[in-house]
């Protein structure tokens, strides 16, 4: 098969254990788009969490794209240009908000470039703003303060007391919002059908490719449906088992040039 497109899951994926690609994975999604390959880096993170990663690997010299929010952006990276975006409706600000005071977990959220917070020291919001090289203001009026449109909330808190709270934050937000915790300390709030499937396969109709000429990477649960619609999915070697399971083909470790592995396999071979 003539794939034309690589897409690329970050944590976990396309970034080893010190959140750093490789040089023989940056070498060969390189020598991919010289090619004439697409790169899309597919991630939940923000888009300003997604950009240093986007220029090491040059996406906008060579005319790639990013699906940030889980898919909720799309970045064409030469232009700049959002090709697509789905925000939260900004009448449930209020009420996810509450939800998280009612629960007593923090929440954040995005405006612009910089994360907006009811509590900035948090190791979990530490963690978000390091992993995507952010600031933080800390908001004590969030309800009143976040009235404009926002792509995703994320409550944050310890892993086993999400458990509980998540299956009473989408029974109260109801069937048109989608809610999931993409690390156990994460608990996403999204507008409904953002995954990463239902989104490459918005920007495979704009670009006019199939699915068929379309490698997936990935290794977490948010992976599982572009994986699954893909033309070749790839699990790497420390995915999670649904992933493995539903997989075409098992990749190595990130720590292990996986992604690399995968790309000379059937890209540049």
Same mark, same amino acid.
């Given at each position: 098969m003539d794939?034309?497109?690589i897409v690329l899951d970050l944590d976990g994926t396309l970034t080893n254990r010190d959140k750093q690609i490789t040089p023989r994975t940056r070498e060969a999604l390189m020598e991919a788009q010289k090619m004439g390959k697409i790169t899309v880096l597919a991630s939940g993170r923000p888009t300003q969490g997604v950009m240093p990663l986007a220029r090491e690997l040059e996406l906008g010299k060579y005319g790639s794209y990013i699906l940030s929010y889980n898919g909720g952006m799309i970045i064409n990276c030469r232009t700049g240009e959002t090709v697509a975006?789905?925000?939260?409706p900004p009448k449930i600000n209020r009420n996810v908000?509450?939800?998280?005071?009612?629960y007593q977990v923090n929440i954040l959220t995005y405006q612009g470039d910089?994360?907006?917070t009811l509590k900035k020291e948090?190791? %979990? /919001?530490?963690?978000e703003a390091r992993t995507n090289q952010m600031p933080v203001k800390e908001i004590s009026a969030?309800?009143? %303060? /976040?009235e404009f449109a926002v792509p995703k909330f994320l409550m944050v808190d310890d892993g086993d007391y999400l458990a509980m709270v998540e299956p009473r934050v989408k029974a109260a937000l109801g069937k048109n919002i989608s809610v999931y915790r993409?690390?156990?300390f994460f608990l996403e709030i999204l507008p409904r059908g953002i995954d990463k499937a239902k989104r490459l396969e918005a920007l495979l109709g704009i670009l006019g490719l199939s699915r068929e000429e379309v490698i997936a990477c990935g290794d977490g649960y948010n992976d599982l449906s572009m994986i699954r619609f893909a033309g070749l999915g790839v699990a790497m070697g420390n995915a999670?088992?649904?992933v493995r399971n539903a997989a075409d083909y098992i990749t190595g470790t990130n720590d292990e040039d996986g992604v690399a592995q995968v790309v000379e396999k059937f890209v540049l071979s």
């Open positions: 794939y034309k497109m975006s789905a925000l939260l908000i509450g939800l998280a005071r009612e910089t994360i907006i948090d190791p %979990y /919001v530490e963690l969030m309800e009143e %303060y /976040v993409s690390e156990p999670v088992l649904p």
